[in-house]
């Protein structure tokens, strides 16, 4: 495994990863529409005006509750309280995003990190239920880093994956979620295929309503933690696309491609 120190992609992961890169990606930049991101008084200043109006008081309010946290975290996992992770932000310049942490730093008897599964602790699955382990991304929201509504920021190593028009999901700051506004099915697609597209969506559609029906929606979708678990746990990564320029994670994209990855792992033992 590897990643710049992160112990999170897997030898099978970027081979396939790769695969998909050098067959799928140009025919997906190629057959994409173009994205045309929304400019307006809003989003060069109302937006963040926005962001700090809400950040500010949400912060002096929560300031307890982030108190708890961290004695918790001390007594459950011990330091540090907090977990930063390298994430692609805005127009793609990388930023360490901020969260308490959820899982321990275990390692199997090869010395690399077990899976996400085997070292999240009780205490962890609760705070991520609730969505507890975001609020330390108030801190990048106040540095200027991420917004309260906008894409959520993505493990560098999607960069590289991922067509010209989902990239320009970075044309906009991050945000703490970014909820669905588009009628697509996530069985029939896949859940990145409809994350990226209600992505692309926002940054054509941008505007004060959007963010305030967005911001709605996301306090729906905090206390609706059935929700909030199925889009924190997708269970794989985003690999690439296929033939039709369909985002695909690992699990879907192994499912299809069963017989060519199975020879590709033959071919490297």
């Keep these: 495994m590897s990643l710049q120190g992160n112990n999170i992609i897997s030898e099978e992961e970027e081979r396939i990863a790769q695969h998909l890169r050098e067959k799928n990606l140009g025919n997906a930049n190629r057959n994409s529409e173009p994205v045309k991101s929304k400019q307006s008084f809003y989003t060069r200043f109302g937006k963040r005006a926005l962001d700090l109006l809400v950040s500010v008081p949400a912060v002096l309010v929560l300031s307890p509750v982030c108190l708890v946290l961290t004695a918790a975290n001390l007594i459950d996992m011990g330091a540090p309280v907090l977990y930063r992770q390298t994430r692609s932000g805005y127009k793609g310049k990388d930023f360490d995003i901020l969260k308490f942490r959820s899982m321990k730093n275990a390692v199997g008897k090869d010395g690399r990190q077990l899976p996400a599964d085997q070292r999240l602790t009780k205490y962890g699955r609760f705070i991520r ?57 996530e069985e029939e697609l896949g859940y990145y295929q409809v994350q990226f597209e209600n992505d692309v969506w926002y940054v054509e559609n941008i505007s004060f309503m959007t963010d305030v029906k967005m911001l709605l929606a996301l306090v729906k979708m905090v206390f609706a933690s059935g929700e909030r678990s199925k889009h ?38």
């Excluded at 929201?141 to 320009?168: A, C, N, Q, T, W």
């Excluded at 696309?241 to 792992?265: H, I, N, P, T, V």
């Design 232 to 269: 924190a746990d997708v269970g794989t990564f985003f690999v690439g696309y296929d033939e039709s320029g369909q985002a695909l994670s690992l699990s879907m994209a192994k499912e299809r491609y069963a017989e060519r990855f199975a020879e590709l792992a033959e071919a490297v033992r």
């Design 129 to 185: 239920r609730f969505s507890l382990d975001e609020l330390a991304n108030f801190i990048n929201i106040l540095k200027g880093e991420m917004s309260i509504i906008g894409p959520r920021p993505l493990p560098v190593f999607y960069h590289e994956r991922m067509s010209d028009r989902h990239h320009m999901r970075e044309a906009v700051r991050p945000g703490l979620e970014c909820p669905r506004m588009i009628d697509l099915s």
